[in-house]
C-alpha cells in the first residue's frame, strides 16, 4: 500500500483513498508509534506539502531510508528481486547529504487562488480560497499549499519569497492566475542561488499583463527584488517572463529584467555560469559528494573521460583536471 508520509520504522493509522493498478493507496490520519530515529520536523509546512515527506526521520536514518527505494528500483530496472542485487551488481555504500535544511540551491513556487488545508486547518474553518504562494498540493492540480518560508532553501531565498509576499500578495496586489478559469496575472516564482558564491536569481512568470496596474506591479517586484538586501547573499538579476499557455509550469518569454541574467556557482575548482532555468543538481554540497564518489569509482584511470548525458558537464569538469582529455555529450530530446 502507498501511503505519504508513513515514516519507515514508525506505525501509522491510514484511511484507504483507492485502488489502482492493484496497489492500494491511503491517506495517513495518525501517527500511532514514532519510528527509533524520529526527528521532529523542522517545517511548518510538514505533513500537508508534498516534499520532504521524510523530515520526521533524522537525517541518517532519511538517508538509509532514500537507499532502499534506490535499491528497490534498480532491482526492479534490472529486473532482479531485491535480495539478489547485492550479489549481482556491486553498488557504493550511499552517502548522505551534508546538510539536512536548507540545503536546496533553486525552488520554484506557484501562486494560487486555493490553498491546501491540512484536517486540523478545515476544522479551524481556515478558508480555501484567497492570495497564495506555495508549492503544488500532492493530488490536487489547483491547489497550492501555502509557503510563508521553505526550510529547505537557505535564508537568502526565503529573503526574497519574503519581499515578494509581502509586495504582490496584499489585497491590492495583481490578480492572481485562477488554473481553472486560466484568467489572472501572478503564475510563478523562481529562485535560485549559488551556494559557493551567494549570487542569486530571481524570476517572476506570469500572464499578458491585463491593465497598467499588472505591469507596475512587475516594475515595482523587479526593483524591489534586485535591490533587496540579504542575510547570505547578493541579487545578481532579478526577471519577469510571460505566458498565456495553459499548461501550469514555469515558462516565458523574458519582459523586463534588472542586472545579470546569469550568476555564478562553483564545484570544487570548475565555475559554473547558470541562468535561471539551466539544470544543476539542485544542493550543491552533495553534488560534489556524488561526484567525488564517481571519481573515487574510476580509480586510477587518466586519459579520456567520457561524461555522458552531461547536461551542464558538471562531472566532466569537477573531475578534469585528474584526465588528459575530457569529451562530453547531451542532446536535448523533443518534448
Ligand atoms: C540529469 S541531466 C544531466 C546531469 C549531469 N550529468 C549532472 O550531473 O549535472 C540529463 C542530461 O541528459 C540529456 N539527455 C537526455 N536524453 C538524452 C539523449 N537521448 N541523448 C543524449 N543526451 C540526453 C539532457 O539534455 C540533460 O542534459
Redesign the pocket.
Known sequence: MDVPFAPPGGHVLVQPTGKRKGRWSGRRTELVEKPAAYAVPRCPQFGTCGGCALQELDGAAQADARARYARAEIAAGLGLPTEDLASRVRIHDHRRSPSDYGYRNKVELTFGVRRYLSDADHAAGLPVTGRFLGFHAPGRFDRVVDAPTCDLVPDALNAVLAVTRRLLLGDDGPSIYDVRTHQGFLRHLLLRRGARTGEVLARLYTATPACDTDRDAANAWLDAVFGAALPDGRVVGASWAVSDAVADVAQGAVQASRGADRLDERLGDAVFSLSATS???TNTES?EV??DAVGEALGDASGLLV?????????GLYLASRFDRVWA?????PP
Open positions: 539544470f544543476f543538481q553534488a556524488l561526484y561524461d555522458l548525458y552531461c547536461g551542464t558537464g558538471a562531472i555529450s547531451r542532446s536535448t530530446p
